[in-house]
């Protein structure tokens, strides 16, 4: 199995543009979940998804952060329009019983 | 509110030696707790958990100790290797909650040759 999928590893954007984060879960795992990590506040959960169907959005900052999961083997984290302090790695995680397993992460940055 | 904490920002230990990180939590209702590693520019990967009801999990080099009273666990690395230096994040479930895990803030380990 590849593990979990992000795309892309690196995105620089500038302020104002629109961003999209795309994750392939790992075949099998029913929970999604996306992962902000900044050096001020850790791994901040900002959503996740039980079946497809988000369960918990709180960690969403703003109304500028959208994500979807159409399909169990697809899931993407939206931000429009970005701003600089978006800046981070954005990492997205399935579930397999009780354990998450990570992808590699999107570092974003935003100019 | 930090409902999990790893006081510890960074710790650095000789080759060979015991590694101990630690991690304190406040909400007795959590009942799983997991230690994940960190290296740069990669996911967190899982290492090794434990449930509520052991007070020791071991996967060979790793254990992992928990007391509930104190609302405490402890990581032990024996014995340690340089390749063993990452960022250790400590997180913690609660059953119902569809497992959502919260995060401690991580502890940066260095292994020295």
């Known amino acids: 199995d590849a593990g979990v999928i992000q795309s892309p590893r690196h995105e620089v954007t500038e302020m104002g543009q629109e961003v999209t984060l795309r994750c392939k879960p790992i075949s099998g795992h029913n929970s999604l979940f996306w992962y902000r990590q900044t050096m001020m506040r850790g791994l901040e959960l900002l959503i996740y998804?039980?079946?497809?169907?988000?369960?918990?959005d709180s960690g969403m900052p703003e109304d500028r952060f959208s994500a979807k999961m159409p399909n169990a083997s697809f899931s993407t984290l939206k931000i429009q329009p970005s701003e600089p302090r978006d800046s981070a790695v954005y990492f997205c995680a399935s579930l397999l019983t009780d354990t998450q397993y990570f992808g590699p992460g999107t570092r974003l940055t935003v100019l | 509110d930090q409902q999990v904490k790893q006081n510890s920002p960074s710790l650095s230990v000789q080759e060979g030696r015991i590694s101990i990180l630690n991690c304190d939590y406040t909400n007795s209702m959590f009942d799983y707790f997991l230690w994940y590693k960190k290296y740069p520019a990669e996911g967190p990967t899982f290492l090794i958990s434990i449930s509520s009801i052991k007070d020791k999990n071991e996967d060979g080099r790793f254990t992992v100790f928990l007391n509930k009273s104190a609302k405490h666990l402890s990581l032990h690395i024996v014995p340690s290797q340089p390749g063993d230096s990452a960022v250790y994040f400590c997180a913690a479930s609660a059953a119902g909650n569809n497992r959502k895990l919260i995060w401690g803030l991580g502890t940066s380990l260095a292994v020295n040759p």
């Open positions: 998804f039980n079946n497809n169907v988000p369960i918990d």
